[in-house]
């Protein structure tokens, strides 16, 4: 049994230390994520192997397919909102058990 602050996310409880995207490892616990395949992403990681491009303007389509970016916090709580950052596309999707 642990004490300290923890975050709810997803429906369940992590350490702040514990919550981090699936493929980087970067935290989680102060920045927006997203959830994809059972697993959570920071945005970066999102934008370069999941998110698709437009057709016309060819930038990254953040939030789709009913994917939502949440917002975490070290509170007790998550909250939805949404943004994106730029990265290249030029590199494969995170392998299988990352």
Known sequence: TSVGP?????GRSWHPEEFNCHYCHMSLADVSFVEEQN???CENCYEEFFAPTCARCNTKIMGVRGRQVYS???SS???SSSSSS???NNTSPPPVGA
């Open 6 to 10: 923890f975050l709810v996310a997803l």
């Open 39 to 41: 697993n959570v992403y």
């Open 72 to 74: 975490s916090s070290s």
């Open 77 to 79: 709580s998550s909250s």
């Open 86 to 88: 730029s990265i290249s």
